[in-house]
């Protein structure tokens, strides 16, 4: 599984993770946990995605702001997260900010897999798109389990 195929399958996950955030109700547990889950996937995959995919595109001329922009995205995201950490998740506050955040999320990906994917695609090898792959599943997993 190359690169793209890889963080493809992890951006499925955070969509379907957001959109079930924001079909949860107040009441309930399920809203928490979740947010929980949504935050765990997020972490995981911004580290291994910044280690295995955007710190290599810093070599390349062409790709180094496309990889800047997408790190502070993460780091946007990560304080949305933040924010919403110190919020009643039954109240109208934290469900705007909730909404937000996805529609951050939504954006971040749609922008990776339009854009950065295909500029990242012109610069990567063949060799370098299976080999990052592999590196970002096995980063991937080990974060993911120790966020989980």
């Known amino acids: 599984m190359n690169i793209f195929h890889a963080l493809i399958a992890s951006h499925q996950t955070q969509r ?17 946990r979740i947010f929980l889950e949504l935050k765990a996937e997020l972490v995981a995959h911004e580290t291994a995605e910044e280690r295995c995919f955007y710190v290599p595109l810093f070599e390349h001329d062409t790709t180094v702001d496309l990889s800047r922009h997408a790190i502070a995205e993460h780091h946007q995201m990560d304080e949305m997260v933040e924010d919403l950490e110190g919020i009643d998740t039954r109240t109208p506050e934290w469900e ?53």
């Open 96 to 148: 705007a900010g909730a909404k937000k955040l996805c529609e951050k999320i939504e954006h971040h990906l749609g922008e990776e897999e339009n854009k950065f994917f295909a500029q990242a695609g012109q610069v990567l090898t063949e060799e370098q798109k299976e080999s990052l792959g592999r590196d970002y599943e096995a980063e991937f997993a080990n974060l993911h389990e120790r966020e989980a």
């Open 16 to 32: 379907e993770l957001t959109a079930s955030l924001l079909a949860a109700p107040a009441e309930g547990k399920d809203r928490h």
